[in-house]
């Protein structure tokens, strides 16, 4: 078979590898993204798709708030669909977490993220089915909403093409070539590619990515379920997306239809390829007991369907980015299920390490590899983490 040559390979058509090629076409560089699937297939097709910008770290919440601003400008920035809705969002934390809460919204807001801290009765005014009485704050973002993360993932994608990148669909990368401590290649399922640059977007396959090149990284499997419940007649008006962490919750609306996700009940270390069309046993059970815990009217509420996805994760459970390896190989991986809402920035900041030697609109540096051998781990003020 002949050998193709790339400019630069992106291992993985996720909303990752669709925006690091979207922004690479727009600085005149034409990637090859490699696809085993299809666009969307892996955690992109399965994510809740929640647009905010309330972090408890200040590089993800600058992250998501570059993206934010393509997200809500998506025609002229990226053009095509992403489905963003503005619902507003909310984030309900316990009584503990109050200094906590209000430190994140002041330096949201120095960022100029439109946040707020509200109270309790301003949530009832909000949402009045709600619950609000186990809590004393929240934190409000009005312009926070959703998008949909196939529809955005495809249309970054499309953009990338129109600009010269190419898409090579049901395409598994089965080794990685290095020559004198550089990439020089990779071989998959349908031909061999001759490329000086290797970028690693495989979501929950990453770590097999990273063996190829002998690269040895903590970054593991995290499953995650979800369920879309029909809101009963009493419950119709559409209500924000709320992350709740009294009760280990999520939840945002889609028209009629409600979405719900549990912080806890995640398993790490299982294989991606199981089952991802099923929630398992015992999910939607517990779903519900949550979700009406906050929402009690939920309770005369139907399910509509429920799935699992996976992705990669890593100890502190934030993204592993940059190179790492032989030269010309690059990570963009263990996005730890948050890495929907930052995608359009990542992708922008990789682009300008990939190419200028440094990413200028974010500093990504506390995302490097060498954090986990260096005992500098990423970590905020919540400590909330999946488990
Ligand atoms: C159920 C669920 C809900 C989530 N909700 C949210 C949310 O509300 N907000 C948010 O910000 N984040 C959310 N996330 C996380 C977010 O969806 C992911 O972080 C993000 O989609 C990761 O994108 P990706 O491109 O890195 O990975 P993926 O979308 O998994 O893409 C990786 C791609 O690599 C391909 N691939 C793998 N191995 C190979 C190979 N050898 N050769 C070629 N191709 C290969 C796969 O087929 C796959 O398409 C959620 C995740 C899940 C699972």
Redo the contacts with the bound molecule.
């Keep these: 078979m002949m050998t193709n040559i790339a400019d630069a390979i992106i291992?993985?058509?996720?909303?990752?590898?669709?925006?690091l090629a979207f922004h690479l076409a727009q600085r005149g560089v034409r990637a090859t993204v490699?696809?085993?699937?299809?666009?969307?297939?892996?955690?992109?097709?399965?994510?809740?798709?929640?647009?905010r910008m309330h972090y408890d770290t200040e590089v993800d919440s600058r992250l998501a708030w570059v993206s934010f601003q393509y997200f809500r400008d998506w025609k002229e920035m990226v053009g095509g669909e992403c489905g963003f809705t503005r619902t507003g969002f909310l984030m309900i934390v316990s009584v503990e977490q109050e200094d906590a809460l209000k430190a994140n919204v002041h330096m949201h807001q120095q960022l100029g993220i439109p946040a707020l801290v509200v109270t309790g009765g301003d949530v009832k005014r909000l949402s009045p089915p709600f619950v609000t009485d186990d809590f004393n704050v929240a934190a409000y973002e009005p312009e926070s909403g959703?998008a949909m993360?196939s529809d955005t993932?495809n249309a970054l994608m499309s953009a990338a093409q129109r600009s010269g990148a190419r898409l090579v669909q049901d395409?598994?990368?089965?080794g990685v070539q290095t020559t004198g401590g550089r990439i020089s290649g990779v071989q998959?399922s349908r031909g061999d590619y001759s490329t000086p640059v290797v970028v690693n977007?495989?979501?929950?396959?990453?770590d097999?990515?990273n063996r190829m090149v002998g690269l040895e990284l903590p970054l593991t499997t995290?499953?995650?379920?979800?369920m879309y419940v029909r809101r009963p007649g009493e419950a119709s008006q559409q209500h924000p997306a709320v992350i709740d962490f009294p009760h280990e919750l999520?939840f945002?609306p889609e028209g009629g239809l409600t979405l719900v996700?549990l912080e806890d009940g995640n398993p790490l270390g299982e294989s991606?390829d199981n089952d991802?069309e099923h929630a398992r046993p015992g999910f939607v059970e517990r779903a519900v007991a949550r979700l009406c815990l906050r929402a009690p009217v939920m309770d005369g509420g139907s399910l509509h369907s429920a799935?699992?996805?996976?992705?990669?994760i890593t100890p502190d459970q934030h993204?592993v980015l940059g190179k790492a390896g032989p030269d010309g190989f690059y990570l963009?991986?263990g996005?730890?299920?948050?890495?929907?809402?930052?995608?359009p920035a990542v992708g922008l900041c990789l682009a300008e390490l990939i190419l200028d030697g440094s990413a200028k609109t974010v500093d990504i540096s506390p995302y490097a590899a060498q954090r986990f051998a260096e005992g500098r781990s990423i970590k905020g003020n919540y400590q909330n983490l999946w488990k």
């Design positions: 291992i993985g058509g996720g909303v990752q590898g669709a925006s490699l696809e085993k699937t299809h666009v969307a297939a892996g955690a992109t097709g399965r994510s809740s798709g929640l647009v959703y993360p993932a395409c598994v990368v089965t998959t977007a495989a979501g929950a396959w990453a097999g990515i995290w499953r995650h379920e979800t999520y945002r996700g991606p991802t799935h699992g996805g996976y992705d990669g993204p963009d991986c996005h730890s299920g948050t890495g929907f809402k930052t995608a």
